[in-house]
C-alpha cells in the first residue's frame, strides 16, 4: 500500500459532530468542585497529551516486535505477539472512536525513504515457520467471500511500516498529520491486518492451551489460489510440537 496520501482524503472537509452535553452534576454534589466530562472522542481534549499517548503505544509494538524478531527467546514469541498485537488494537480503537483528524497541510511533507521491513519479514517468517500462514476472510460483512491464505510475518511487517511512516512525522514535530495518518491507515490497513494476526495468534495460544490439534498443514500456501475447501487452518499438530512444549504445557496426544 502506498503511503501516499490520496488527494481526495487531503481535501475532505471535516465532518461535523455535536459536541455532547457534559453531565449535570447531582444535587448532593452540587457543593463540590464541578469535575469536567472527559470524552475519548472529542477534540476538546489536549492534542499533544492524546497524540504522545497513541505514539507511546505505537512505537512500544516496534520495539517489541523488533526484539521478538531476533530469535532470542522463540519459545514465547507466539504468547509476547498476543500480548503486543492486543495493545496495539487498544491504540487503535482510540484512533478509531476520535472524531475525524484532519491535517493542517493540504499535501504531505516528503519523509524520504520508507522504512525497510523486509529484514523484519524473514525473520519472523523464519521463527514462525510452522505457524506462519492461516486462512482469513478480509470483510466479514461481504457474503460468500471464501477465506485466503495470509502470513502472520507478512501482516506484522505491513503493521510496522505503517505505524513508521505516522512515527517519522510525529518525530518531525508534525503531530496532527502523525495522528490523521495514524487514523487513516488504521481505517484502511492496519487496523484490519492486525485485527486479523490476533484472530491467529489467538488461536494458536487457545489450541494449545485446550489441548485441540487441528489437522497438519495440507499444502497450504499464500502463493496459491485454493477453494475455500483446501483451506485449513495454520495450526495443527506441527504447531503443538513446537510450542506446547516450549510453553510449558502438557503434549498433545
Known amino acids: 500500500m502506498s503511503k501516499k496520501k490520496q488527494q481526495q482524503e487531503k481535501s475532505a472537509e471535516p465532518q ?37 499517548q497513541i505514539s507511546d503505544q505505537i512505537e512500544s509494538f516496534i520495539v517489541a516486535v523488533t526484539e ?11 504468547p509476547f505477539l498476543l500480548l503486543e498485537v492486543s495493545q496495539l488494537l487498544l491504540a487503535g480503537g482510540r484512533l478509531g472512536a476520535h472524531e475525524d483528524i484532519v491535517p493542517e497541510d493540504r499535501y504531505e511533507p516528503d519523509l524520504g525513504p520508507e522504512r525497510d521491513v523486509d529484514d523484519l519479514r524473514e525473520r519472523l517468517a523464519a521463527m514462525l515457520e ?12 461481504e457474503p460468500r467471500k471464501a477465506p485466503v491464505a495470509c502470513r502472520i510475518s507478512d501482516d506484522l511487517a505491513d503493521v510496522v511500516a505503517d505505524l513508521s511512516h505516522g512515527l517519522a512525522h510525529f ?12 487514523q487513516f491507515s488504521y481505517f484502511s490497513n492496519w487496523g484490519s491486518t492486525a485485527s486479523a494476526a490476533l484472530r491467529a495468534l489467538q488461536s494458536l495460544v487457545a489450541h494449545v492451551r485446550l489441548n485441540q490439534p487441528l489437522e497438519d498443514l495440507n499444502g497450504l500456501d499464500t502463493d496459491e489460489d485454493l477453494a475455500e475447501d483446501a483451506l485449513a487452518e495454520a495450526a495443527g499438530k506441527v504447531m503443538a510440537e513446537e510450542i506446547a512444549g516450549p510453553l510449558g504445557l502438557r503434549s498433545v496426544q
Request: aromatic letters at 10%.
Open 16 to 52: 461535523t459532530e455535536a459536541t455532547p452535553e457534559p453531565i449535570a452534576a447531582s444535587d448532593a454534589a452540587s457543593d463540590a468542585a464541578p469535575v469536567p466530562a472527559v470524552l475519548l472522542h472529542a477534540s476538546a481534549q489536549d492534542p499533544d497529551s492524546f497524540a504522545v
Open 68 to 78: 521478538v524478531a531476533k530469535g532470542d527467546e522463540p519459545d514465547s514469541a507466539v
Open 130 to 141: 510452522p505457524i506462519d500462514v492461516y486462512s482469513e476472510v478480509f470483510d466479514p460483512y
Open 171 to 182: 518525530r518531525a514535530g508534525r503531530t496532527v498529520e502523525a495522528l490523521w495518518w495514524w
